[in-house]
Structures are given as C-alpha cells and as structure tokens.
C-alpha cells in the first residue's frame, strides 16, 4: 500500500504549493510513490478526511506558511498527531516568513490599518471584521487572528524544514529522494546543505576581504556588475548569514540574496550573524565615520530578519516596538 | 557519559567566608542541573587544599569542576593544574569569581549571596559544554635568522650562537657593523666605536655555527613560527673571499671613480673598492651596476692585477632557501634627506653638512682620516649645530629621535679635539634632550666648554645662506632673529626608518608604524616580538634608539627566541586557539583580514578559511565575525557564551 | 513595593577591563551588585548575537568593556568591537530600545575607579529606564472553539 501524505497551508501566499508543482515531471513520480489524502489547494479534500484517519496513519504532512491563526494552529496540531513525521516547507512555516514582518506590529494596529485607515479604502465607513456574524440563515465564524506570527515549530514538534521562498526544485527533490530512501539526518535538521551561499555565488571570486564603503546603499542607487559583489558596492546581500541549497538563483539574476533559506546553523539568530560580518569586514577606525554608516542603513531589522523574525532573539526577548 | 560536576566554593579564609552565606551558596550548587557534588573550602588553593581537592575529584569521579573562589586571573591555572594532577582534563574547569565580583563589593549579605549564586549557575551551565582540549605540539627548526648585521644583528646573532643554535646573518651591503663602526667616537662616554665592536665583528666573522651573508637580501618569506623557509638573495661579489687579501690593487687599477656612500658621498671609491679602511670582511667587491663590464666593455683592469686571481666576472647571484624557526629584523635606520627642507642649504650650500656626514668627516676611517676639514680643505674655526632638523613636525617626522641633541654634543667635544679647542661651537636648538645614563654630563660638558646655545621656536625654520666662503644663519628669535656667521653648519636630522622596511614588512607581514618602522607587539609590554610569531624586531628598526638601546633590545628579542624555540623539542601549541570546520565553512571570507597574526588563511581550491593554529593566540575576532558556526573560538563558542549569559539571567 | 533592580551584563575582556574590575574589587569599593560579569579574552570576541541573547534572557542593559584605542592586547581587537557595536546600536534605535541600555567603554587594567563609574552611570540610568521587557503585546486567548 502507498505511503499516505497531506499537504496543508497556514499563513501562505501559495509559493510554496507552487514549487512542489514546479518539480515538474517529477511530481508524477510522486504521485505515483505516494497516495495524496489531503491537499486543500489542489484536491476537494475536507478537514473531516484528516480526522477520519488513525493516529500515525499518515507517513508525512507537508505544513507550509506561518501560524497567525488559531485554524491553523488547531490543524498544525491535528496533522501532528496523524502523521508520523511532519516537514514544515518554506521560510513561513521554517522562521515565520514574510508574515513574520507583522511582528513588528500588535495586532489591534494592524486590524486598524487594514480596515480603517489604509488609504485604498473605499468604504465611507469602514468595517473591521469580527469573529462571529450573525445571520438571518445562521453564525458566520471567522479564525481568531494571534497577537503575534508564530513559526510552525513555534505549535507542535517538527521533524524536518525545507527552508527557502520557496524552497527550490532542487532542494525538494533531494528531500523527497532522501525521504523515500529513509536516509534522514537527525530529527530537527534543515534539508540543505550548511555551507553559506557565498560559497556557491558566482560574484565570490570577486569579493574583496574588506568592504570600502561609506555608506549603504539600496538596490537602485547603484549599478552591480554581474561579476561584482553587492556587499562591496554598499548593497546589502545576506548571502554570508545564509544557508545555500537554493542555486543563487537571485545572484544570477542580478539581485542581492535576500536571506530566505535561513542561516546555516539553525539555531543562530540570521540578522545579529548577518551585523557581525558586515561590521566586521567594514575597515574603520573613526567613531564617527562607523556611526554616519550605519546611519545610512535604513530599516536594520526588516532588511537582516526579512524571513526570520519569528525566529530571532529580538522575538524571543520580545524585543519589539 | 552523563556529566558529574563538582562545585567548589572558596571561603578564603575570612574574605568569602565571612561576606557571604556560604553553605546557602553550597547547597544552591548542589541543586543544580548536572551538579553530582558541592563542597566548601576554606583555602583551597594552598598546597593542603589542592591535595584534598585531587582526592575529591578522583574519589567523587568529577566530569567537570567549577571552583567558586577569587578572580580567574588569579587562580584559573592553579586549579587546572589540580585537575591535570586528578586525571581530569584542565580544560573541563571553569573559575567562578565571588570574591573580586561579590564578597568584595557587595556590602549586603544576602545580595552578596543571590549574585554568587547566578554567577555559581553560568559557571555550571557553562562547563559542561567545554571541550577537553588536548595539548598540541608541532615539529619546528631551532635555527634563526637575523636580518641586518649592525650593532642590534650582531648582538642577537652572538646571544644565540653562543647558545649552540645556528645563525644565518644577513646583511645587505659588502660589510658589517652598520651605521655606528663609521662613527669615532660614541656617547656619552666617547668610547671608539670601531674598537668597540670589533670583537664582536671578528666573532661573527669566524663564529663556527654563524653564517654571515653579505650582499644578501631577503627575497621571498613563507611558512610561521618553527617554520620560515626565506629564500635570500646573494648579489654577486664577484671577488672570491678565500683569495683576497684586500691589497688594493684592483682598486686603484680601475678606472671608474663614483661617491663613496660609504663616506656619505664626501669622497670618491672605485667601482672595485673596500668601502673604508679597516671594514670587515675585507674583501673587495664589484659594485656592478657601476662597473664597465655591465654596459658590456670587456675592461679586465682589475683582474689584470690581482696578484691572487681573486676576481670572477662570471659570478652570478646565488639564491638559496634558508629554514629556520625564527627570525630577528634589525636592519636600523636611515637618516632624513635634509633637501627636503631648502632652507637650510643641504645640497645647496657647500659647507652645509648632516650628522652622518660629520660623524665620516672626524673619524679615522673617513674621507679625511679624522682630520676635521671643510671641502674647502680648510679647518672649520666655528661650527652651527641645528637640532631637530625634519624632527617633530606633522610635516616629516612628528616624533623626537632621542640622539641628535646627544650627536651635536658630541660633536662638539670631537670638533675641540680635532680641530682645534679653541672652535667656536654653536647648538641652535628648542629644546634639550639629555635623558639617558651618563647623558647629561655630556651636555654640563658643552656649558663649561663655552658652547653657545642659542634657542629657537622651530631649528627648522633658520635660513642658510652661503657668504664668505661659510655659511649665515638666520634664526628666528622673539621679537626678530639673530644673524649668525660659522665655517660650517651640521644638521641634526631625524632618524627614520631604514628604505628596506616597508618591504620587509611586507614580506614577513609584520605591520608598519604610522611613522614607517617596524611595529611591536605591544608597546610596553612585548616591544621586540611582532604580532607575527617567531619574527622580532631590535635597534632603529624598531624606533630610533642609542647603540645600548639596541643591544638591549638585541639581547631581549634573542632571550625570546632561546625561551620559546627549544632545541631539540617540538613547539607547544595554545589550547585556545581559533578553528574553522571544513565542513562548514562556505569561503565568504568575513574573517580573513581580521586576524592580527595572520592565522587565518583562504584554501582558494576549496573556497574555505584554515586557522594555523600555531600562529592563533585565541582573541576570538574571526568567531565574533562568523556568520555561521565554522569558525569556532575554543573555551568561548556561542554554545558555551550562551550558556553563560542564560545561567547569569535565569 | 520594591523598587526596580536592573539586570545588567557585562562583558569584559581578560586584558583590560576585566583586570579593572578586580582592582576594584581589590580596593573593596562597593558597587551595585546589578552587574554581572561574562569574561572573554577580548573585546573583539563580542558580536551582535552575545548582546541580543543578554537581552533576550532578561537582561535590562548590556555593557561591552574593552582596552582603549590602541592598546589592545591583541592589537584591535577593540576596533572591530567597535563598529559591531555600531551596527547594533542602530539596529536597537530602529526596534525602539532606548539609548543607554547598551554601552561600550573603553577601561585599562589600570582604570579600576574608572570601572565602577561606568557600572554605576549605566545601573542608575537602566534603572531610570525601567525594565526592558514590559508586556507589550497582549496575551492569546484560548482558540474560540475546539472543533475537534
């Protein structure tokens, strides 16, 4: 009998389902190996088809995006139980994503932003909307939205991460080959390599082993040469404080990486690694100098914990406006 | 194995003891995670309590010990040798300080008390994640190099010669002695310079276990402490050392006549020449570049007459690698070019001299053969000292040399002796340094002898003109200047670094001061070594300095090298070093300029950055700027400072 | 009630800084008993995430103690502390963390008085701060309905 497996999507744009259909023919071997019970994205599969099943029945849930509702964390926790081994796919549901950006927000304000005061709103009065609504043909419930993003690690234990935004044909194939061969690493291991992504870019050759640089500087306001490195023109890369596995596609494609496989030691906080090189290769004395620098740095915190908030130490110690 | 810790809490005597609860603070240690025993001790680090605490240790079978007691700096090796002596690695120890941090300067028991506890609590967090590093040796060569054969060379070269290593002697020019065997006499006791060192040029010179090079240089350096290969340059002499005699012949038989920089260029030497009577080694030697056969005459004046066949025009410069385990830097100083200020008339005026050319001028191997006189060829009746000359301006030297004062002091004992002593002797200066021993009365010397000293906001701010066959001054005084008529003017001019350094420098990787000489270890604490193990620096290489400055300094970089470059055993590693896992290192070169010892270096094949451990003193900069975990500081990983900072705030 | 009592860590470098604490130890000057000490061997070893990790466990400020300019033991060790500091310092502005929780001095083993003038200044002004980690977010409520 195939191995049963679900996919589900908590606080996700869709990235992530999109990369598994990006394996392209391989998804057909897929879908041969395994039986698919439950995919609410792409199949007609019902929350009641997961209760159904016995504890352990599945052999893998595939969980991606972040936790921001209590639907999601009841589901999280529902697949947990079913499935023997969980693997959260994408940075959402790895380190908190993009949606872990809210973080910097309470919820009230964002409810108020989205529904009151954001300038495309079109309602002569606006309306938030609430949890329960009754109706003249019955309740009407909406999810409860959490105070704060949580990672899926955050809600119930999970096995293995496949990092990245999303994560790339490659790194999904080798998981899945290393899945079905049964030869895993340790329980809590991020399925990419550990080298940082310096290592496979191809502008390494070319970065300098100090940064000549005064100020820092946003994509647009200077040109990158296909061979140059970003860090060295004053373009912030987090390259150095993350995890490769992805191919440098963005690098190729002339942008900066932007950090979404997460640093390469999980446990590391990705924006206080990404800091510490960058100050480090930065050859000045002068107080002053170093400080009109990191002036010149708008937004430290969104750029260095772009996919990773949830998961930083600046979360953790709730360090947050 | 699960992990057993043992937690020691020092009452040291009254100083712990009687500040805070220390039975409280033991049995707060006995509950903590992975703590299997908790004991008090009066005094354990006298030799009682260090045999108890082995026991301890052995009977209780300790994984791991905290010892709560007085500050690391203090103790931390006395108790890891008592692990060492229990059979436990001294690494699996962690100091705990409550007495310096608590007992001292909390007046509040109980407070006292609270803060050794969390303190007691990342000391235990903390230990048990420590490695059990192992000590570490390397095979390395006791052999050592000395670069530059002056005063400072020659002292370190016969330190350790005469402790059974082996020297190879470098010095650049055909002869030895430096700078000081051109000068006559040498302050403040006027001592004779030449007389002085030559016993230790002749031990040099036939010392079995030295091997002077001269006309050697320094080409290519690699490798690290224990382990240099430097490849050395021999220029050719083309004069062979066994045959000549040093009769001269071939000197006066050639006809090319260029300035002796020998005789700082007041006098001519040939291009077949001994750089001045009595150099050693006295041998000949082609100055190619000046001789006739390197535009390719096929002149053969010199050979013709070489009673010995001493000369060898085929002769071609030989390189050879030398290995060695240390090397010493000692290639002293140049003067400042005095053209560089035209107002003082050096290279414009005639009798406008600097120290080095004065210094030819009264000694007997000079152009003059001690005689003083002008290039008028008349002895000088008054001389001009200007101090300072390039010295203590943001413009050319912004430092004080420490010897020009003495020089121009000298100077005028010498020109009483040798002129006449009745030479009217004028020191235009700012200010006076006479700080070393016996110095001063040197200077007492020139206020009896009637030297007028006549001061001056800036010396390097007179003017010279030529007039009368001598020179005038104009000096600057409050309120106008003084107009001042001498035979000769000598300039006092700033001792800068030697023009081989900065390549030197470069090549051995030591760093360069803001003011262009070798750059010390630290600057009151380790001023000979480099922050490149196994290279050191003595003499003006270093900064200017007298001949007994520079032997001290010989002597100290040479008792460095005896102390940590041991004959016949391998050299010990630190525990504390830097490592870069190879797995994990994925080559974005964060670390690679940060490391003041050059400990780090980049394996392009492999894209990955390698600690040399041998070199790594463990500050922990490149683990700091790691942004993953392949570059790991040992005894202070973030694991283990993790650890510490949640014990400390738990 | 009793009063607020900061949590401060301090992370000094073996050289300098930490020899300056005990000489003040030495001299058995009180100080606040706030402080607490993590000893590394030099300044250049503290990076963002050491900091951020005080932070996290409770600390109310955190202060870096290296050699001054120039004479660190390990040459410049505390250059390189420096423009991490920087760096943080920023970061923390942008999060709201106010100016003060967060030093770096410069103190020689020589500057024992000096060492308790700085943990005094930054315990009096964490103290006037107040406790970095207030409830700033509210509490989850139980999810409205177990459907399960």
Same mark, same amino acid.
């Given at each position: 009998?195939?191995?049963?497996?679900?996919?589900?999507?908590?606080?996700?744009?869709?990235?992530?389902?999109?990369?598994?259909?990006?394996?392209?023919?391989?998804?057909?071997?897929?879908?041969?190996?395994?039986?698919?019970?439950?995919?609410?994205?792409?199949?007609?599969?019902?929350?009641?088809?997961?209760?159904? $099943?016995?504890?352990?029945?599945?052999?893998?849930?595939?969980?991606?995006?972040?936790?921001?509702?209590? +639907?999601?964390?009841?589901?999280?926790?529902?697949?947990?139980?079913?499935?023997?081994?969980?693997?959260?796919?994408?940075?959402?549901?790895?380190?908190?994503?993009?949606?872990?950006?809210?973080?910097?927000?309470?919820?009230?304000?964002?409810?108020?932003?989205?529904?009151?005061?954001?300038?495309?709103?079109?309602?002569?009065?606006?309306?938030?909307?609430?949890?329960?609504?009754?109706?003249?043909?019955?309740?009407?419930?909406?999810?409860?939205?959490?105070?704060?993003?949580?990672?899926?690690?955050?809600?119930?234990?999970?096995?293995?991460?496949?990092?990245?935004?999303?994560?790339?044909?490659?790194?999904?194939?080798?998981? =899945?080959?290393?899945?079905?061969?049964?030869?895993?690493?340790?329980?809590?291991?991020?399925?990419?390599?550990?080298?940082?992504?310096?290592?496979?870019?191809?502008?390494?050759?070319?970065?300098?082993?100090?940064?000549?640089?005064?100020?820092?500087?946003?994509?647009?306001?200077? +040109?990158?040469?296909?061979?140059?490195?970003?860090?060295?023109?004053?373009?912030?890369?987090?390259?150095?404080?993350?995890?490769?596995?992805?191919?440098?596609?963005?690098?190729?494609?002339?942008?900066?990486?932007?950090?979404?496989?997460?640093?390469?030691?999980?446990?590391?906080?990705?924006?206080?690694?990404? =800091?510490?090189?960058?100050?480090?290769?930065?050859?000045?004395?002068?107080?002053?100098?170093?400080?009109?620098?990191?002036?010149?740095?708008?937004?430290?915190?969104?750029?260095?914990?772009?996919?990773?908030?949830?998961?930083?130490?600046?979360?953790?110690?709730?360090?947050?406006? | 194995?699960?992990?057993?810790?043992?937690?020691?809490?020092?009452?040291?005597?009254?100083?712990?003891?009687?500040?805070?609860?220390?039975? +409280?603070?033991?049995?707060?240690?006995?509950?903590?995670?992975?703590?299997?025993?908790?004991?008090?001790?009066? $005094?354990?680090?006298?030799?009682?309590?260090?045999?108890?605490?082995?026991?301890?240790?052995?009977?209780?079978?300790?994984?791991?010990?905290?010892?709560?007691?007085?500050?690391?700096?203090?103790?931390?090796?006395?108790?890891?040798?008592?692990?060492?002596?229990?059979?436990?690695?001294?690494?699996?120890?962690?100091?705990?300080?409550?007495?310096?941090?608590?007992?001292?300067?909390?007046?509040?028991?109980?407070?006292?008390?609270?803060?050794?506890?969390? =303190?007691?609590?990342?000391?235990?967090?903390?230990?048990?994640?420590?490695?059990?590093?192992?000590?570490?040796?390397?095979?390395?060569?006791?052999?050592?190099?000395?670069?530059?054969?002056?005063?400072?060379?020659?002292?370190? !070269?016969?330190?350790?010669?005469?402790?059974?290593?082996?020297?190879?002697?470098?010095?650049?020019?055909?002869?030895?002695?430096?700078?000081?065997?051109?000068?006559?006499? $040498?302050?403040?006791?006027?001592?004779?310079?030449?007389?002085?060192?030559?016993?230790?040029?002749?031990?040099?010179?036939?010392?079995?276990?030295?091997?002077?090079?001269?006309?050697?240089?320094?080409?290519?350096?690699?490798?690290?402490?224990?382990?240099?290969?430097?490849?050395?340059?021999?220029?050719?002499?083309?004069?062979?050392?066994?045959?000549?005699?040093?009769?001269?012949?071939?000197?006066?038989?050639?006809?090319?006549?260029?300035?002796?920089?020998?005789?700082?260029?007041?006098?001519?030497?040939?291009?077949?020449?001994?750089?001045?009577?009595?150099?050693?080694?006295?041998?000949?030697?082609?100055?190619?570049?000046?001789?006739?056969?390197?535009?390719?005459?096929?002149?053969?004046?010199?050979?013709?007459?070489?009673?010995?066949?001493?000369?060898?025009?085929?002769?071609?410069?030989? %390189?050879?690698?030398?290995?060695?385990?240390?090397?010493?830097?000692?290639?002293?100083?140049?003067?400042?070019?005095?053209?560089?200020?035209?107002?003082?008339?050096?290279?414009?005026?005639?009798?406008?001299?600097?120290?080095?050319?004065?210094?030819?001028?009264?000694?007997?191997?000079?152009?003059?053969?001690?005689?003083?006189?002008?290039?008028?060829?008349?002895?000088?009746?008054?001389?001009?000292?200007?101090?300072?000359?390039?010295?203590?301006?943001?413009?050319?030297?912004?430092?004080?040399?420490?010897?020009?004062?003495?020089?121009?002091?000298?100077?005028?004992?010498? *020109?009483?002796?040798?002129?006449?002593?009745?030479?009217?002797?004028?020191?235009?200066?700012?200010?006076?340094?006479?700080?070393?021993?016996?110095?001063?009365?040197?200077?007492?010397?020139?206020?009896?002898?009637?030297?007028?000293?006549?001061?001056?906001?800036?010396?390097?701010?007179?003017?010279?003109? *030529?007039?009368?066959?001598?020179?005038?001054?104009?000096?600057?005084?409050?309120?106008?200047?003084?107009?001042?008529?001498?035979?000769?003017?000598?300039?006092?001019?700033?001792?800068?670094?030697?023009?081989?350094?900065?390549?030197?420098?470069?090549?051995?990787?030591?760093?360069?001061?803001?003011?262009?000489?070798?750059?010390?270890?630290?600057?009151?604490?380790?001023?000979?070594?480099?922050?490149?193990?196994?290279?050191?620096?003595?003499?003006?290489?270093?900064?200017?300095?007298?001949?007994?400055?520079?032997? !001290?300094?010989?002597?100290?970089?040479?008792?460095?090298?005896?102390?940590?470059? $041991?004959?016949?055993?391998?050299?010990?590693?630190?525990?504390?070093?830097?490592?870069?896992?190879?797995?994990?290192?994925?080559?974005?070169?964060?670390?690679?300029?940060?490391?003041?010892?050059?400990?780090?270096?980049?394996?392009?094949?492999?894209?990955?950055?390698?600690?040399?451990?041998?070199?790594?003193?463990?500050?922990?900069?490149?683990?700091?700027?790691?942004?993953?975990?392949?570059?790991?500081?040992?005894?202070?990983?973030?694991?283990?400072?993790?650890?510490?900072? +949640?014990?400390?705030?738990? | 009630?009793?009063?607020?009592?900061?949590?401060?860590?301090?992370? =000094?470098?073996?050289?300098?800084?930490?020899?300056?604490?005990?000489?003040?130890?030495?001299?058995?000057?009180?100080?606040?008993?706030?402080?607490?000490? %993590?000893?590394?061997?030099?300044?250049?070893?503290?990076?963002?995430?050491?900091?951020?990790?005080?932070?996290?466990?409770?600390?109310?400020?955190?202060?870096?103690?290296?050699?001054?300019?120039?004479?660190?033991?390990?040459?410049?060790?505390?250059?390189?502390?420096?423009?991490?500091?920087? *760096?943080?310092?920023?970061?923390?502005?942008?999060?709201?963390?106010?100016?003060?929780?967060?030093?770096?001095?410069?103190?020689?083993? *020589?500057?024992?008085?000096?060492?308790?003038?700085?943990?005094?200044?930054?315990?009096?002004?964490?103290?006037?701060?107040?406790?970095?980690?207030?409830?700033?977010?509210?509490?989850?409520?139980?999810?409205?309905?177990?459907?399960?």
């Amino acid at each position: 009998m195939k191995p049963k497996v679900a996919f589900y999507w908590c606080s996700s744009c869709g990235g992530c389902e999109e990369a598994i259909i990006d394996l392209n023919e391989d998804i057909l071997k897929v879908v041969e190996a395994v039986d698919i019970v439950f995919w609410p994205v792409a199949m007609d599969t019902k929350y009641a088809d997961v209760e159904r $099943l016995a504890d352990g029945e599945l052999a893998v849930a595939f969980i991606n995006g972040a936790v921001r509702m209590d +639907e999601q964390e009841e589901i999280a926790k529902l697949l947990r139980r079913k499935a023997q081994v969980v693997i959260a796919v994408g940075s959402c549901a790895h380190m908190g994503g993009i949606p872990g950006l809210a973080n910097f927000f309470d919820r009230e304000s964002i409810l108020r932003r989205a529904y009151q005061e954001v300038p495309s709103l079109a309602d002569a009065q606006p309306v938030t909307p609430s949890e329960t609504t009754r109706t003249e043909h019955g309740t009407l419930t909406l999810p409860r939205f959490w105070e704060r993003v949580k990672r899926l690690g955050d809600v119930i234990d999970v096995d293995y991460f496949l990092p990245g935004c999303p994560p790339m044909p490659d790194t999904i194939r080798d998981a =899945l080959a290393a899945l079905l061969s049964g030869k895993l690493p340790p329980k809590g291991s991020v399925l990419s390599p550990s080298k940082n992504l310096c290592h496979g870019c191809p502008r390494l050759p070319n970065k300098p082993e100090t940064l000549a640089i005064d100020r820092i500087r946003r994509i647009h306001e200077v +040109e990158v040469g296909p061979d140059e490195c970003f860090l060295a023109k004053g373009v912030i890369c987090i390259g150095p404080a993350t995890r490769s596995g992805c191919g440098e596609r963005c690098l190729h494609a002339n942008m900066p990486c932007r950090g979404c496989y997460g640093p390469s030691d999980d446990k590391s906080d990705q924006g206080g690694a990404l =800091l510490s090189s960058l100050a480090s290769m930065i050859d000045m004395k002068d107080a002053d100098k170093i400080d009109s620098l990191f002036k010149s740095f708008a937004d430290i915190p969104g750029t260095v914990y772009r996919f990773s908030l949830p998961a930083s130490l600046v979360q953790k110690g709730n360090l947050l406006p | 194995m699960k992990p057993k810790i043992g937690v020691f809490v020092c009452e040291c005597g009254p100083n712990i003891g009687e500040r805070l609860d220390v039975p +409280e603070l033991v049995k707060f240690a006995q509950g903590l995670d992975g703590v299997g025993f908790a004991r008090s001790h009066r $005094l354990p680090c006298c030799s009682d309590g260090k045999k108890e605490m082995v026991e301890d240790i052995k009977a209780q079978q300790l994984t791991h010990v905290v010892v709560a007691g007085c500050s690391p700096r203090d103790h931390e090796a006395t108790f890891m040798e008592v692990c060492r002596e229990a059979g436990l690695n001294p690494h699996l120890f962690q100091m705990v300080n409550i007495r310096e941090h608590c007992a001292w300067v909390i007046p509040d028991r109980q407070e006292a008390t609270e803060k050794a506890k969390a =303190l007691v609590r990342a000391g235990v967090r903390r230990v048990v994640l420590h490695e059990a590093l192992e000590d570490r040796t390397i095979d390395c060569v006791s052999d050592v190099m000395v670069v530059g054969a002056g005063p400072a060379g020659m002292e370190a !070269a016969l330190v350790l010669a005469h402790k059974g290593r082996h020297v190879t002697l470098l010095e650049k020019s055909p002869v030895i002695g430096g700078h000081a065997v051109r000068y006559e006499d $040498l302050f403040p006791a006027m001592e004779c310079a030449a007389c002085m060192l030559e016993p230790k040029m002749e031990e040099v010179l036939h010392r079995h276990n030295i091997t002077l090079l001269t006309c050697a240089e320094v080409e290519d350096v690699v490798g690290f402490f224990g382990n240099f290969t430097v490849k050395v340059r021999r220029h050719a002499r083309r004069v062979d050392p066994a045959a000549c005699i040093w009769c001269e012949e071939c000197s006066k038989a050639c006809p090319v006549s260029v300035p002796n920089e020998f005789h700082e260029g007041l006098a001519p030497r040939k291009a077949i020449y001994l750089p001045y009577p009595g150099a050693l080694p006295n041998i000949a030697a082609i100055d190619y570049p000046n001789c006739l056969r390197s535009g390719g005459q096929d002149c053969h004046a010199c050979a013709d007459v070489c009673p010995f066949a001493a000369i060898h025009y085929d002769e071609t410069d030989v %390189v050879t690698d030398v290995h060695v385990g240390s090397v010493v830097l000692a290639v002293g100083f140049d003067l400042f070019d005095c053209r560089q200020i035209p107002n003082l008339g050096y290279g414009r005026i005639a009798e406008v001299y600097n120290n080095l050319e004065f210094e030819r001028l009264l000694s007997v191997t000079g152009p003059s053969e001690g005689k003083l006189v002008m290039k008028n060829g008349q002895t000088p009746r008054s001389v001009a000292f200007v101090h300072c000359v390039g010295s203590r301006t943001p413009r050319f030297a912004p430092y004080c040399s420490g010897l020009c004062c003495m020089d121009a002091f000298k100077f005028s004992h010498l *020109a009483r002796k040798k002129a006449s002593k009745d030479i009217q002797c004028f020191d235009i200066y700012r200010d006076l340094v006479a700080a070393g021993k016996g110095y001063h009365g040197l200077l007492d010397e020139q206020l009896a002898e009637g030297t007028e000293f006549i001061r001056t906001r800036d010396p390097n701010q007179v003017t010279v003109e *030529a007039a009368n066959g001598g020179c005038q001054l104009t000096i600057p005084q409050e309120g106008g200047s003084r107009k001042l008529s001498v035979d000769m003017v000598v300039l006092a001019a700033a001792v800068r670094p030697s023009a081989d350094a900065a390549k030197l420098a470069q090549l051995f990787g030591v760093s360069i001061d803001a003011d262009g000489f070798f750059s010390e270890e630290h600057g009151r604490l380790a001023p000979v070594s480099t922050t490149i193990g196994g290279v050191f620096i003595a003499g003006c290489a270093q900064g200017p300095k007298d001949v007994q400055a520079s032997v !001290a300094q010989a002597d100290a970089a040479a008792g460095k090298i005896l102390g940590t470059l $041991l004959q016949g055993e391998k050299l010990p590693l630190p525990a504390i070093t830097a490592h870069a896992d190879a797995e994990l290192c994925g080559g974005c070169k964060t670390c690679l300029s940060l490391c003041p010892y050059k400990a780090i270096h980049y394996v392009e094949t492999e894209k990955r950055a390698e600690v040399n451990e041998a070199l790594c003193k463990g500050c922990g900069t490149c683990a700091a700027a790691c942004p993953t975990n392949a570059m790991q500081s040992r005894q202070f990983t973030r694991d283990q400072l993790f650890a510490e900072i +949640e014990g400390l705030l738990s | 009630m009793k009063s607020f009592q900061p949590r401060i860590v301090g992370f =000094l470098c073996n050289w300098c800084s930490y020899a300056a604490s005990d000489a003040a130890g030495g001299k058995k000057q009180p100080y606040p008993a706030n402080f607490r000490v %993590v000893r590394v061997m030099c300044s250049g070893r503290i990076e963002p995430q050491l900091v951020l990790k005080a932070f996290a466990e409770g600390a109310d400020g955190v202060a870096i103690l290296g050699c001054h300019p120039g004479d660190c033991h390990y040459k410049e060790g505390n250059y390189k502390a420096l423009r991490r500091f920087a *760096a943080l310092k920023r970061m923390l502005d942008q999060l709201g963390i106010e100016e003060g929780r967060l030093i770096l001095e410069w103190v020689s083993a *020589a500057e024992g008085d000096k060492f308790i003038e700085v943990v005094r200044t930054l315990c009096d002004k964490v103290k006037a701060l107040g406790p970095l980690h207030v409830a700033r977010v509210a509490q989850d409520r139980e999810p409205r309905r177990n459907r399960l």
